[in-house]
């Protein structure tokens, strides 16, 4: 008989290093990796605030700090010594010998969590691609034990160290799966390009703003919506009624946090392209969250990259229910004009979120009637190419078409009619 057999969350050390002018915003990045450590399957014993004007090329945090903390976990048993920012491989090395435990920086952190979240092919290869675009540079660190000149018999040749060689395998393998994300893109367009008759909306914000819990009430959907960063890694694309007859698109992602590994995002560049390929941007931010402001800075800077700052942006300020202080809501409805206000988990403020949607939609798509004869057979067979079909009656002579399409398409559309009278 075999007992259930849970793993014991490794015991950490959470650290940073803050200057005089940024220690409240130091301990609310602290507070974010002790979440992330959580997430990762971590118990905090302790955080750590070193204060230092500049970062110690060494240690990071300054030698005779990080010999207190090798004490500290060594009287209560720490395992694992997390730093907040990403340490080079000088540092990496220096820790490691001073503290003989595990060492993990935020961007470490981070790919851990996504590899144990990836769940699907495109997913596994984005975060298999970030995560040896990670450790490239930090071999000297991670295999020291490797890096000997092997000598004797059957070793004469080129002289190549196997830390050398260990590079060599690893650049090889992240050729090969960039050429596997890149067949992936081309599925992806392929799949995608079926939805250019619609009017694309997805869904971005920080990492736990509710975007999944949206998508799921306003679609009747049943994705994946936890109190948990990163519990979607791939995008999810719903249809959504607005109308009788009137529908979009809707696509959740990945949600974004302060300092993302750059690898990953660009790793992700297939996933997230559905910031992209929309008509409208719906940004989802945690009103109840006491550094909203600076969250909304990170997606609108992570959207900046990604292409997608020039699209129709909604800001929808999610969790009002939780608020203490609803003030900040006349705040904030001063500070971003247009914005909405709602709560996902109890619904409150949906229907005027659709409506604004329905009047995108109804200023952005025609709909139009024609009449063609049976044998202007290329005709129709463009129209359904662009356009999404309402109705198509088949009569003796000819056929009736109702059809709604983007302005672009309908002048398409109208010239390629004209041309064929």
């Not at 409240?24 to 230092?52: C, R, Y």
């Not at 949206?214 to 959504?240: G, H, I, Q």
């Not at 550094?291 to 909604?314: N, S």
């Not at 247009?338 to 619904?347: E, M, P, T, V, Y």
Request: hydrophobic share 40%; net charge positive; proline share 2%.
């Amino acid at each position: 008989m075999l007992d259930n057999f849970e793993p014991k969350a490794e015991k950490a050390i959470l650290i940073s290093v803050s200057n005089s002018n940024n220690r409240e915003s130091v301990e609310e990045h602290l507070d974010e990796l002790e979440l992330l450590a959580s997430t990762a399957g971590a118990e905090t014993i302790f955080k750590v605030i070193q204060d230092k004007n500049k970062i110690d090329p060494a240690y990071f945090i300054g030698k005779g700090k990080a010999q207190e903390i090798a004490e500290l976990a060594k009287e209560n048993e720490i395992n694992l010594i997390i730093f907040d920012d990403d340490l080079n491989p000088t540092q990496l090395r220096n820790l490691e010998k001073l503290f003989e435990k595990k060492i993990v920086d935020r961007s470490g952190l981070i790919l851990d969590i996504f590899a144990s979240h990836a769940r699907t092919k495109e997913a596994k290869t984005q975060v298999e691609l970030a995560q040896l675009q990670y450790m490239l540079p930090r071999l000297t660190r991670a295999w020291t034990h490797l890096s000997k000149q092997y000598g004797g018999i059957g070793t004469k040749g080129p002289g190549e160290t196997q830390i050398e060689t260990d590079r060599r395998i690893i650049r090889t393998r992240i050729s090969h799966l960039k050429q596997v994300l890149k067949k992936l893109e081309s599925q992806h367009f392929v799949k995608t390009s079926r939805r250019k008759n619609y009017i694309n909306a997805t869904l971005v914000g920080y990492t736990n703003a509710g975007k999944s819990t949206l998508l799921n009430k306003l679609t009747n959907s049943n994705v994946l919506a936890e109190n948990k960063l990163f519990a979607t890694l791939d995008s999810v694309t719903r249809s959504l009624e607005l109308d009788k007859n009137k529908k979009i698109l809707l696509s959740d992602t990945v949600g974004f946090i302060r300092k993302l590994p750059p690898h990953l995002v660009a790793s992700f560049k297939t996933t997230l392209n559905v910031v992209k390929e929309a008509d409208i941007i719906l940004h989802i931010i945690d009103i109840s969250h006491d550094f909203f402001e600076d969250h909304i800075k990170v997606v609108d800077d992570t959207l900046k990259e990604l292409g997608g700052d020039k699209k129709i942006q909604i800001k929808v300020f999610n969790k009002v229910d939780a608020l203490s202080d609803k003030s900040r809501i006349k705040y904030v409805g001063d500070k971003f004009k247009n914005c909405l206000f709602i709560s996902a988990q109890r619904g409150i403020g949906i229907q005027r979120l659709k409506e604004k949607l329905l009047t995108i939609y109804e200023n952005s798509f025609i709909e139009h009637n024609l009449s063609l004869k049976l044998n202007q057979s290329k005709i129709v067979s463009k129209i359904y190419e662009l356009a999404e079909i309402l109705e198509a009656v088949y009569e003796e002579d000819k056929i009736r078409i109702s059809y709604r399409a983007s302005s672009a398409a309908y002048n398409k559309i109208q010239q390629l009619i004209s041309n064929n009278i």
